[in-house]
């Protein structure tokens, strides 16, 4: 019978090799579970949820929970706020592949209601259709939103709509995610337009804003 020698130059020229196999099967192996923890979990009706995406760094789960649990108080009617992490890293392509790969499904299947980017990588989301326009927010919002934030806010025009608008607020200063560990400094938060529950993201954005000047305690 014929038999294959395994040694540590075998298996090392595998890997090298096919170690993109493993990130494949890691990927639809949470693929399948997130389908089967979907499929099982009882289900949150849409307008009773809110789901908040912090793209770019790392943040710590404890103290965005905190964050949902503040929220939630002051919102009632919600019976869950979740806020999600997907963390871009350069400095590890396979981590950033994973994560970008992880952040274009979330938007294919139309996840989420608010989303958070560095400023240049939300131009070019913003160009694919995703978000909704905001210029009508910024002008009934414009002393919660602060002179600041506004000489900040740039106008993007897209294929689907040639004209320049609005579409997300600058979170420059915003002290809320400080413990979180979210660098805002350059960040900017926009409402996705295949949000479930447009109206009450629209409240939680200006929630974030009235309370961001400072952090929660």
């Given at each position: 019978?014929?038999?294959?020698?395994?040694?540590?130059?075998?298996?090392?020229?595998?890997?090298?090799?096919?170690?993109?196999?493993?990130?494949?099967?890691?990927?639809?192996?949470?693929?399948?579970?997130?389908?089967?923890?979907?499929?099982?979990?009882?289900?949150?009706?849409?307008?009773?949820?809110i789901?908040?995406?912090?793209?770019?760094?790392?943040?710590?789960?404890?103290?965005?929970?905190?964050?949902?649990?503040?929220?939630?108080?002051?919102?009632?009617?919600?019976?869950?706020?979740?806020?999600?992490?997907?963390?871009?890293?350069?400095?590890?392509?396979?981590?950033?592949?994973?994560?970008?790969?992880k952040?274009?499904?979330?938007?294919?299947?139309?996840?989420?209601?608010?989303?958070?980017?560095e400023?240049?990588?939300?131009?070019?989301?913003?160009?694919?259709?995703?978000?909704?326009?905001?210029?009508?927010?910024?002008?009934?919002?414009?002393?919660?939103?602060?002179?600041?934030?506004?000489?900040?806010?740039?106008?993007?025009?897209?294929?689907?709509?040639?004209?320049?608008?609005?579409?997300?607020?600058?979170?420059?200063?915003?002290?809320?995610?400080?413990?979180?560990?979210?660098?805002?400094?350059?960040?900017?938060?926009?409402?996705?337009?295949?949000?479930?529950?447009?109206?009450?993201?629209?409240?939680?954005?200006?929630?974030?804003?009235?309370?961001?000047?400072?952090?929660?305690?």
């Amino acid at each position: 019978m014929y038999r294959v020698k395994l040694n540590k130059e075998r298996i090392r020229n595998h890997i090298q090799y096919d170690w993109w196999k493993y990130i494949v099967c890691i990927i639809a192996t949470i693929a399948v579970w997130n389908i089967i923890a979907t499929v099982t979990k009882p289900q949150t009706p849409p307008d009773k949820k809110i789901e908040i995406f912090l793209v770019g760094d790392y943040v710590l789960e404890e103290s965005a929970t905190n964050i949902s649990e503040n929220i939630l108080e002051d919102f009632p009617d919600l019976w869950e706020v979740n806020i999600n992490n997907i963390a871009l890293d350069m400095d590890d392509p396979q981590m950033d592949y994973m994560s970008r790969q992880k952040l274009m499904v979330m938007l294919a299947s139309q996840t989420g209601d608010l989303y958070a980017f560095e400023k240049e990588e939300f131009t070019k989301i913003v160009e694919q259709g995703v978000f909704i326009p905001l210029d009508e927010f910024i002008e009934d919002n414009r002393v919660l939103i602060g002179n600041d934030r506004l000489e900040k806010a740039e106008k993007i025009a897209t294929e689907f709509d040639n004209e320049p608008r609005y579409y997300g607020i600058p979170m420059d200063g915003l002290e809320l995610f400080k413990e979180t560990g979210y660098d805002v400094s350059d960040k900017v938060i926009g409402m996705t337009i295949f949000s479930d529950n447009s109206s009450m993201a629209v409240e939680v954005l200006k929630w974030i804003l009235n309370n961001g000047e400072k952090p929660l305690k």
